[in-house]
């Protein structure tokens, strides 16, 4: 279509002035956007009935502050010369830059025609006569941009339901209208990991104007089989007027695992033997007891493991008592561990001990003794030797032992 179809005819005559209301200005394009350069027509035409339009120019200029600081007019007069018969038009042109960050909607400027009369007699130039149009509008289409401002997605553990939000901010300069947040989890290993539960993958942000935000809320449930790593969420904005885009959510599978428990007492022994049940490493594996009801450990509470792939174990060696008169047999152990994210865990749990003696202790019951009675019999000989010194004495002065 021709642009001059578009263009608004306002009438400006040597007779009569005829100004139009909130007419909207003619643009080169239908649509214009923030950083476009365009042009803006104006035509004048002459109704004078055979008289000269003379020297006619048309300047325009914006109303307000606010439509100075979104448009910029790059040439504010054009000259039309002179319009000599009545029916003849010209047409202004003015160039203009919208300013990148114009905010959507309309913009009022104002139009001053000058002209003057024809020249009848004498060499005295015919005063200049003013038209004013005022309030003509120029309508900007902004361009919407939203994009994820933040989320509550991090670190998720493998068969866990996490209650996730998502905020989403225009930063654009345009409106978006019933716009639709719809995650995507049916690419590759998403549609096997992840899960939203509820309502759905659609949810609604409303309209956004420029700046306006919005949050969705909505609860994901990870698969027990989820490998660990990052994964990237797709999800796409759309809107009633014909936006779109793509954004992504990033989260973190981590490689927790479980551990299985059993104990072994000997002789002046006590260990707790630790198995990586999981499908996933673990590493820096640390075993603690925590002061309890039903045990007192002596020595070292805490024993470093060291690297745990699935299926491994091992022991860590405790010295332990039962207390007296407790009635419960659960001993209560800490096992700390690192994922494979790097992320730090601490499991309790509780393994049932029934002790074969009053206390499981490093060392042997056969030197215990030996250290004990020691002294008591080294008193008892040398009381024996005191008491019996004179028969000793007689002993060892027998007559006949001299030579």
Do not use: C
């Not at 300047?59 to 002179?82: H, M």
């Not at 130039?125 to 933040?150: F, M, W």
């Not at 089989?225 to 992504?248: L, R």
């Not at 594996?285 to 060291?306: E, R």
């Amino acid at each position: 279509m021709n642009k001059f179809n578009f263009i608004l005819i306002i009438v400006s005559t040597l007779l009569v002035a005829q100004a139009a209301s909130a007419d909207y200005l003619v643009t080169e394009t239908t649509t214009v956007y923030p950083g476009d350069t365009t042009y803006v027509y104006f035509v004048v035409n002459n109704t004078g009935f055979g008289q000269f339009l003379n020297d006619v120019s048309v300047r325009l200029e914006p109303k307000d502050n606010a439509s100075a600081g979104a448009v910029t007019i790059l040439n504010d007069v054009y000259s039309l010369g002179t319009i000599q018969n009545w029916g003849d038009q010209r047409t202004a042109r003015f160039k203009i830059h919208v300013n990148p960050d114009a905010a959507e909607g309309d913009y009022f400027f104002n139009i001053f025609i000058y002209y003057r009369g024809q020249l009848l007699s004498g060499s005295t130039p015919t005063p200049i006569v003013t038209t004013e149009l005022k309030d003509q509008v120029l309508t900007i289409k902004g361009n919407p941009v939203i994009v994820l401002l933040n989320s509550t997605l991090g670190i998720v553990a493998p068969m866990s339901v996490n209650n996730e939000t998502l905020r989403f901010k225009n930063t654009g300069t345009g409106t978006v209208q019933n716009a639709v947040a719809e995650i995507d989890l049916t690419r590759g290993e998403l549609k096997s990991s992840f899960s939203i539960l509820g309502g759905g993958t659609q949810f609604s942000l409303g309209n956004l104007k420029p700046g306006d935000e919005a949050d969705i809320t909505f609860d994901m449930a990870v698969d027990i089989s989820a490998a660990p790593g990052v994964y990237n969420i797709p999800i796409t904005i759309t809107s009633s007027n014909n936006y779109s885009s793509d954004n992504f959510a990033g989260l973190v599978v981590a490689g927790t695992t479980d551990f299985e428990m059993s104990y072994q007492e000997t002789l002046g022994s006590f260990s707790i033997n630790v198995a990586n049940v999981g499908v996933n490493p673990a590493s820096a594996v640390t075993v603690s007891l925590p002061n309890q009801k039903n045990f007192t450990i002596v020595g070292s509470s805490s024993s470093v493991l060291g690297s745990l792939n699935p299926g491994d174990y091992t022991s860590a060696i405790f010295q332990i008592t039962k207390n007296p008169g407790a009635a419960g047999n659960i001993l209560n152990v800490v096992i700390q561990y690192t994922d494979t994210s790097g992320i730090r865990h601490a499991i309790e749990k509780n393994l049932v001990v029934q002790l074969l003696s009053t206390g499981a202790q490093t060392g042997t019951r056969g030197s215990a003794l030996y250290t004990t009675w020691l002294p008591v019999i080294v008193v008892i000989v040398l009381l024996i030797l005191f008491w019996q010194r004179r028969k000793i004495s007689a002993y060892l002065h027998k007559p006949g032992d001299n030579k």
